[in-house]
């Protein structure tokens, strides 16, 4: 008769039992730097009504200067990529906290307009690596089946980062002045880089996962094989033939759609809420939290039930796809707010439509399950570039519009058209959610 205490089922059991849980440390680690990364990026909507007083800055013109960071950051998407391909996570996420901090604190330090550009362009390079990296991170760290909701934890640091500290945030500039938003920020995020260097480990370096653990992400299609992936040279013809692809393109389209929408809360949206609503800056500050927090609760929710939906489904298709189409669906009821008078009617549209955006970060989860395992970092710089376009098209086009008619009705409208444009990308466009394999066209 067998032994049933040395069988195969107890022994897998038992491991499963002991399986260490390293790879929900890394996540809190993204997590982190996501919320810095995003903090770094959005305070100038904060302090941007007093800064354009004091330096003397039009509608118009800080159109251009929120516009300005995401110029170098679509542009450094493909050179981060190629970069984060070549010296990994570790190095790459290290440099680029550090450096996105202090161009974050030197704009408490900005003149003119000359200077705050300067800070701007900065900024935008550095944090390029940032969603790539995450999304490498992921790719490695976690199995597939755990990786929406992986994607959605660290994405909601996006949304709680200004949720969270939007009060203390407008506490500090009503206290200190404008300038001390930003050296507040700069500093949090030295500090974290530093954190970053110590704890971060690729799963095979790491002290503190087990074999258990290493065997159920293998299992799932993470980790890197024995001996490691291949890293290809930076070829354009790489590049073209990724966007060849049906999956890539249409996730690069929808991503941009969903992006309008979030560029506009991280840009304008104070600004919205102050001169088209005629809201106090207390009362700005306090409404300004409901639609970050229910954009968190979006991106949670999306990660939630894509990984349901793989589970009970199995079609990465429907498990993928389906979250982020409602969600842009969502995303485009943001129109409707140009047609309401209520305060608490506007917020209540707004945080819908946040909501619906929140759950396009799953866009990040289904570029890691199609991007060619030796391409990740190239692949993820391609669709951050494309996505971050509308970082560059978004304040432009609403800051001329509101300089133009002293009205944000067709900057709503022009939101919410781009996100139905996002949602038709998906149906039409993006096909089935599998890897890309390009071993043998891949230029050497």
């Known amino acids: 008769m067998q032994d049933v205490h040395n069988s195969p089922a107890v022994h897998a059991g038992a491991a499963v039992r002991t399986r260490s849980r390293t790879r929900f440390v890394i996540l809190a680690l993204l997590a982190l730097g996501t919320m810095i990364n995003y903090l770094d990026r959005t305070v100038l909507g904060i302090a941007a009504p007093t800064m354009t007083k004091e330096l003397g800055i039009d509608a118009a013109v800080m159109g251009i200067v929120f516009s300005a960071f995401s110029w ?3 542009l450094a998407q493909i050179p981060g990529g190629v970069f984060l391909d070549r010296f990994g996570s570790k190095v790459t996420y290290f440099l680029a906290l550090t450096f996105w901090s ?3 604190l030197l704009q408490g330090f900005a003149v003119g307009l000359k200077s705050l550009l300067l800070f701007r362009f900065g900024l935008g390079i550095s944090e390029a690596p940032c969603f790539p990296v995450n999304s490498r991170v992921v790719a490695t760290w976690f199995p597939q089946h755990e990786r929406a909701r992986a994607t959605g934890i660290y994405t909601v640091g996006e949304y709680l980062g200004l949720a969270c500290f939007a009060p203390a945030l407008f506490w500090i500039m009503g206290s200190f002045g404008w300038r001390a938003l930003f050296v507040v920020v700069g500093v949090l995020g030295i500090t974290f880089a530093i954190v970053w260097w110590l704890f971060y480990r690729e799963p095979r370096d790491s002290k503190t996962v087990n074999q258990a653990e290493l065997d159920y992400i293998a299992a799932g299609g993470g980790l890197e094989p024995p001996g490691g992936q291949q890293t290809l040279a930076f070829s ?3 590049v073209a033939r990724l966007l060849k692809r049906r999956q890539i393109a249409g996730a690069c389209l929808g991503q941009f759609a969903g992006n309008t929408t979030l560029v506009f809360f991280l840009t304008w949206f104070p600004t919205y809420l102050a001169t088209e609503r005629h809201m106090g800056w207390l009362k700005v500050g306090f409404f300004a ?8 609760v979006g991106v949670m929710f999306g990660g939630w039930v894509s990984d349901l939906l793989l589970k009970r489904t199995g079609s990465a298709n429907i498990a993928r796809k389906l979250p982020i189409i409602v969600g842009l669906l969502g995303a485009s009821t943001i129109i409707s707010a140009n047609f309401v008078n209520s305060d ?7 945080s819908i439509a946040f909501f619906g955006q929140g759950m396009v970060g799953l866009g990040w989860t289904l570029i890691s399950d199609i991007a060619p395992k030796n391409l990740m970092g190239l692949t993820g ?3 951050n570039f494309c996505a971050n376009l509308a970082g560059i098209v978004t304040p432009l086009v609403i800051g001329v519009i509101v300089a133009k008619t002293g009205s944000f009705f067709y900057a709503l ?10 949602a038709l990308s998906y149906v039409f466009i993006v096909g089935d959610v599998r890897r890309v394999e390009l071993a043998d066209q891949l230029a050497q």
């Open 72 to 74: 170098t950051y679509a």
């Open 102 to 104: 202090l161009f974050t």
């Open 236 to 238: 354009w013809s790489n």
């Open 289 to 296: 939290v409901m639609p970050f927090l229910a954009a968190a």
């Open 344 to 350: 608490a009617m506007v917020i209540t549209i707004l």
């Open 381 to 383: 710089g391609i669709f």
């Open 413 to 422: 409208a022009y939101v919410g058209a781009a996100a139905l444009v996002g």
